[in-house]
């Protein structure tokens, strides 16, 4: 078996192969712990033996296989960590980054491996968010999650990831984000028929990005837009909506909207009134100084 087919199999026993390289098993209580049947852990074990990555001994006079590790399975954790955890100082290179995106990618490999991968993609989108953000391969995944944003922990981690990115964002390259990135989640925050959890997630988006400053008529339209959803009649004031609406328009406070938001506190229709004294509440702070 090729060293690729290997990592392959490791990748799909990831479970297994993590549990043993803590302590030695036999099968009965491997299962336990992965609460999996016996004859599946059985099989599993039988194909990474045979393949060299397990290895078993058996106590003198006794029935019970203790199975462990390789030394050839430690070698490739240990290559793969290395991968996955890019050094604190220096440059993160272009094949680590497509490495990383390969595993987020390959739904044959177990979660557990993809979301050890995925913990580490967003430490490197934290700390080198400008190499990052200029490959191609990463913008295509985030694209694709913004388009699709479901809610496994893979992806949640992939959002993360993007937001680290977006506060580490200069207006030098910014222009990916205001063309490809924008677009998807302000299209994703007008749609009503968005469900709950993506309509969320793209306000907030919206609002990272517009906060940014990198284009004055980006936070303009994102404001009122915001401000529109906010006092239009499907949103609840107590909502999960709703509190995100009210969250995005205090962090953009302005004269302007501190103004608007008092002319509706003065009109005649109540749910309005509410409202707007709601947002009022919170925009305060923009008469503080800070």
Not at 66 to 94: C, F, L, N, R, W
Not at 182 to 207: C, D, H, Q
Not at 212 to 226: P, W
Request: charged share 35%.
């Amino acid at each position: 078996m090729e060293l690729a087919e290997r990592i392959e199999l490791l990748g799909r026993r990831w479970e297994i192969l993590e549990k043993l390289s803590e302590r030695k098993y036999y099968v009965n209580e491997l299962a336990r712990d992965l609460k999996k049947h016996p004859s599946e852990i059985s099989k599993n074990l039988n194909e990474l033996q045979r393949n060299g990555l397990v290895e078993h001994e058996q106590k003198e006079g006794g029935k019970l296989k203790y199975y462990h590790t390789s030394d050839y399975t430690k070698k490739i954790q240990v290559a793969i960590a290395q991968i996955s955890e890019p050094k604190t100082e220096g440059k993160i290179e272009e094949w680590q980054i497509d490495l990383l995106v390969d595993i987020l990618e390959d739904e044959n490999l177990s979660e557990d491996l993809r979301l050890s991968y995925a913990k580490s993609f967003h430490r490197i989108s934290s700390e080198y968010p400008k190499e990052v953000i200029n490959y191609e391969r990463a913008q295509d995944l985030f694209e694709n999650v913004a388009k699709n944003p479901s809610e496994d922990k893979i992806t949640e981690e992939i959002k993360r990831s993007l937001s680290a990115v977006l506060r580490g964002l200069r207006k030098e390259w910014s222009r990916w984000v205001l063309e490809k990135l924008y677009p998807i989640f302000f299209r994703n925050m007008e749609e009503k028929r968005s469900n709950e959890g993506t309509r969320l997630w793209a306000i907030k988006m919206v609002g990272q990005i517009a906060s940014l400053d990198i284009n004055r008529l980006i936070k303009a339209k994102a404001r009122n837009q915001f401000f529109e959803i906010w006092f239009s009649n499907e949103t609840h004031p107590e909502s999960d909506l709703g509190t995100q609406l009210v969250q995005q328009l205090a962090d953009m406070k302005s004269k302007n909207l501190f103004e608007v938001t008092r002319r509706k506190a003065i009109g005649e229709n109540a749910k309005v009134k509410k409202k707007a004294e709601i947002l009022l509440e919170r925009l305060k702070e923009c008469l503080i100084p800070e």
